[in-house]
């Protein structure tokens, strides 16, 4: 069972499309401390960073993971000691990864869980194209859905390959990993366990968010994975 996972709802969370910071009760969380009790993952691969993401990430280890014939960049944290630890991998929403979302990653940390903040391709100068840039029908047309669920089926095989990634390290328990998601990031998590995705739980903050009513074709794709 994955430790502290019934304390998940307690956290903050954020709805990154809209650029609004929704804060859920944390108070049950202590996170201070926090910078002492986090460490470098040293044995990941070092890519140099290149402005796209906030700096507030600047302190933590900086890794490519490969996805499609893409390098892919995300950060990696984890609790001080030896492991191994239980892990989640945390997907950012349709805009990229935001500032807003370290005090979450932080509680989790201080839980005991090992992090890996995927970023797919297209966000946050990435490789490869933004999931915008696909949709060339008017939004809420019925073309608009097929080319916007086509496009965020592409972003899961990051998603899965992050998850690979993950379970792959040596600090990590593998049969105790989870993911977790918000708005986009959110659809990423049940997109990937329609395709019955090797981890142990997710969670998915907003899922598809305002999409939902000007994307039928999504709720389709969404509700079988769900099935």
Known sequence: VLRGAHRLPALASYCEGSGRTER????????????????????????????????????????????????????????????????????????????????????????????????????????GPLWESLITAPWGSPQMGPQLTAALAGECDDAVASLTWLRAQALIDAERVAMIGSSYGGVMVMLAAGRRAPFRAGVSFAGPSITWPDAPALQTVLLDAMG
């Open 24 to 127: 859920a009760s944390a108070s049950s969380v202590r996170t201070s401390g926090f910078r002492g009790a986090v460490r470098s993952y040293s044995h990941a691969m070092e890519v140099p960073p290149d402005g796209g993401e906030p700096s507030v990430f600047g302190e933590w280890t900086t890794i490519a993971y490969e996805s499609a014939g893409r390098s892919l960049k995300g950060y990696f944290v984890a609790p001080r000691g030896p492991g191994p630890f239980p892990g989640i991998v945390f997907h950012h929403g349709s805009g990229g990864v935001l500032a807003a979302a370290k005090p979450s990653i932080e509680a989790l940390v201080a839980m005991g869980y090992a992090v890996f903040v995927a970023i797919r391709r297209g966000h946050n100068n990435n490789p």
